[in-house]
């Protein structure tokens, strides 16, 4: 439930002390979730994929294709550290950005990770359709997003939130639940009285 100043109706929340970065698989919803998030608190919304393709001008699958994974890696880390650096924003991070211990040390550091923790039937729903995922490109995608789950889910516990996606949710009431769990964990969100 948005918290609101009675007289006005007004967000009592807005802006943030620290960056809250979105891990989780791919369709945990970082994107969707993350741009309301960003909307309720009235903060910039960034997405670390986004970032690399414009600095690299090239899809992520296509530097998949031609770099490798390694190399994809390495600019993200880069990516990542800069936009921490920059502002205080929601960041949306590609499904493999937190597997990196360098990557979890820069955002425990700048800001704090939040997990959207969701059941491998929402996230098959959500990503079969698209080829726009890399690593789903198997002869058998299911099992890879379930092994990808299996070996990613042990490091994603170690966000310093973990908020569990509900499929009877619309994103804003995601979103809402975010914000809620942020301002209940303490010296994340500023307070607009």
Known sequence: MRRTRK??????????????????MMGAGKTAVGKAIAQILEVPFLDSDTEIERAADRTIAEIFERDGEAFFRSKETQVITRLLEDERCILSTGGGAFMSAENRET?????????????????????RHKNTRPLLQT????????????????????????????????????????????VAHGGIVKDSK
């Open 107 to 127: 955002i425990a550091a700048q800001g704090v990770a939040v997990w959207l923790k969701a059941d491998l039937d929402i996230l098959w729903q959500r990503v």
């Open 139 to 182: 002869d058998n995608p299911f099992e890879t997003l379930k092994s990808l789950a299996e070996l990613r889910d042990p490091i994603y516990a170690m966000a310093g939130i973990v908020v569990d996606a509900e499929p009877s949710l619309s994103i804003e009431q995601m979103a809402q639940k975010v914000v809620d769990a942020l």
């Open 7 to 24: 007289d006005t109706g007004e967000n009592m929340y807005k802006g943030l002390d620290k960056t809250v970065a979105l891990v989780g």
